[in-house]
């Protein structure tokens, strides 16, 4: 029989937030894989784990993955932990659980502190509909084409950010999509917690003149739906109606379909569409 995996979530920074089924599970396994193996050995010494562990980290994550999933098939459980908050999330546990799941074994998530939703719940901004990004690339190509996507999102938008990146970041971020309301979460659950309701704008202004320090959650809200409905319709009401309808028909629409979907388009009603085609 093959082993468990599990996925602990581990507090974000205020300890008090580990819960009872992480340490008694942390206590039972048979190895633990942590992201620092030194920082993780402060949380194991206060909850009093004795467990071995073993290092699973960004640039070791293929062999060290293939390594766990053996030990795995042998039938021995294994934890996986990260320095802060939940496995997988924006963290290498990904390739390990996408191994795990290849070779059959059963994966498990002890649910727990995550720094995005923690941070998302503090901002201020709609929570109904989000979407998380973590780190924007660091390969220029890829982090222009992320950067132009996320000018065109309505969700609410979560990234993670290092402090000496902030400013570089905020930059790019108000240069692609404009002086969006933004919230900044810092040392979440901390004793020095701090959550910025701010601008970008305003946020570039205060950071080039006080050093950013520590981690940040930036938590920022997505492009107007009603502004999104009106360019759309201004960007089709820039060609002729009949090469609009002509547009829809040459993908296969018949006409009374096109009709209603460029009256839709150019806000319009379908009845306007028909009579100024019947006057032509």
Known sequence: MAGILYLCATPIGNLGDMTPRAVETLRAVDLIAAEDTR??????????????????????????????????LQGKNVALITDAGTPAISDPGEVLVHKCMQSGITVTSLPGPAACITALTLSGLSTRRFCFEGFLPADKKERAEVLLELREESRT??????????????????????????????????????????TLEEALFSYEREEPRGEYVIVMEGKNRQEKKEEK?????EIPIEEHMAFYEKEGMDKKSAMKQVAKDRGTTKREIYQYLLNK
């Open 157 to 198: 938008i979560i990234l993670y950010e290092a402090p000496h990146r902030l400013i570089r970041t905020l930059k790019e971020l108000y240069d692609n999509v404009g002086n969006r309301r933004v919230t900044l979460c810092r040392e979440l659950t901390k004793k020095f917690e701090t959550i910025l309701p701010t």
């Open 233 to 237: 319709e201004k960007t089709w009401q």
């Open 39 to 72: 920082n993780s050995i402060r949380l194991l010494n206060h909850f009093q784990i004795k467990t071995s562990m073993t290092s699973y980290h960004e640039y070791n994550k293929i062999e060290k993955a293939d390594y766990l999933v053996e030990k795995l």
